[in-house]
């Protein structure tokens, strides 16, 4: 009897120690019961469903990539020869945590000027980033951890992942008027009322040029009139300047906008990136820097930003940034690059030229002078979401909904295509 009731109870027991085991098995695989699908990015996600698409005359002019006249990826000469000069000539060791010291003193001098004060004076903190996207985050982070109780303006409209940086790093985000629907130009007068109107010591985001996604940058004089508002509201512009060089041709034109700022006396900040004027996409290869007092301070802001990185990424990659340095630090390969980089300029304002032309050619009863009057890489069509479905469904042309066009996927080849199918769904406009 005595073994029997022994048993029982082992059995008992280990009856309740699998139950327990059941249960500790159903909340552990409970832990992610609460997760949803993360909305689908509203750029990538064309890429996916061009891809999906069988169809042989499927366009994609959604790409925020650079392609040749064949529609194809480029890779640059000049980032050619130096990959060549690199291999086999250096370890894979850590770089700094502020990244490669020659990289960023080349990439200050694309943005400030070969001959700066501020770059002989040391007055720059400046750390090599994650192209630019991860230079928007670490400046955002530094905001907020330095000036917990700002805010940022941020123009309407503007590149969506924008909004999605500061949102992740706590900022709190206002916005300012920056595109006029109907003009398909720039809402200067609304943006200085929000300039002016916003509380004193603000800080404001700022595309440098070929803004992204409306293509629309203010002239020279205004970015004076800016830069003077500015001044006397005492904010703080912070440039993301994705496309220098990229936009004109002319890396020194497409800072104009900072050159403007510098002259008249503000500290800003900067980002830059290598993605689109080296084609450097997936080295993501940029630079952060932030204009201090005096070299002292610029010490201290950088340790700051060091510091941030440290728990995020730690230390930036080492490969992309030993081919900026090696074209930039190159006189040879550096005019290489000036140069190739114009012709990527020179054939996205050729195809602004070739679509506008070939619209006007169908007879189309709206105006295009937008296409042309804008710059950079993307072109606000001013297209409604229901005309850019109808696009996509009847014509297998595909962009986001906001009528945003990528000019770098639009070729000789396709763009009369492209033209009549814009022709027809905006027509009855």
């Known amino acids: 009897m005595a073994m029997m009731a022994t048993a029982i109870r082992n059995s008992a027991s280990r009856g309740t120690m699998m139950s327990r085991q059941i249960s500790g098995l159903r909340s552990m695989s409970s832990w992610w019961k609460n997760v949803e699908p993360a909305p689908k990015d509203p750029i990538l996600g064309v890429t996916e469903a061009f891809l999906a698409d069988p169809s042989p005359d499927k366009v994609n002019v959604g790409v925020g990539a650079y392609r040749d006249d064949n529609g194809k990826p480029v890779v640059l000469e000049c980032v050619r020869e130096a990959e060549r000069r690199i291999a086999g000539t250096s370890f894979m060791e850590y770089l700094p945590m502020g990244g490669s010291v020659k990289m960023v003193d080349e990439t200050l001098k694309l943005a400030y000027g070969d001959n700066s004060e501020f770059i002989k004076d040391k007055r720059i903190a400046a750390v090599q980033s994650l192209s630019g996207t991860g230079a928007c985050r670490l400046f955002a982070d530094f905001q907020k951890r330095f000036r917990p109780d700002s805010q940022i303006y941020i123009p309407v409209p503007t590149w969506s992942n924008h909004h999605n940086i500061w949102r992740d790093a706590q900022v709190t ?141 730690s230390n930036p990659p080492l490969h992309g940034a030993q081919i900026v340095s090696t074209i930039l630090g190159d006189p040879a390969l550096k005019g290489l690059w000036l140069k190739e980089v114009k012709v990527m300029a020179d054939r996205i304002i050729g195809m602004r030229t070739a679509l506008r032309e070939s619209l006007e050619k169908l007879g189309s009863p709206l105006s295009w002078e937008h296409v042309t009057k804008q710059i950079g890489m993307f072109c606000y069509s001013g297209m409604t979401p229901e ?34 199918a814009i022709h027809e769904v905006t027509k009855s406009s």
């Open 387 to 420: 005309q850019v479905d109808r696009l996509t469904s009847e014509y297998h042309i595909y962009m986001t909904r906001n009528g945003r066009i990528s000019m770098a996927g639009v070729t000789t080849g396709n763009v009369g295509y492209l033209a009549n």
């Open 173 to 313: 985000q206002k916005t300012y008027h920056y595109y006029h629907p109907e003009t398909k130009g720039l809402d200067f007068s609304g943006l200085m009322d929000d300039v002016k109107n916003a509380p004193q010591g603000s800080f404001f985001l700022l595309h440098a040029c070929a803004h992204n996604p409306t293509g629309v940058d203010p002239t020279e004089e205004q970015w004076r009139e800016i830069s003077q508002l500015f001044k006397a509201k005492n904010h703080f512009a912070f440039f993301d300047m994705a496309y220098q060089g990229f936009a004109s041709g002319d890396p020194a034109r497409d800072a104009k906008s900072i050159r403007i700022f510098l002259e008249d006396g503000h500290h800003i900040g900067i980002s830059q990136s290598y993605a689109k004027n080296m084609g450097l996409y997936g080295q993501r290869v940029g630079c952060l820097s932030v204009l201090c007092e005096d070299e002292k301070q610029a010490v201290t802001v950088k340790s700051q930003l060091q510091q941030l990185a440290r728990p995020m990424y």
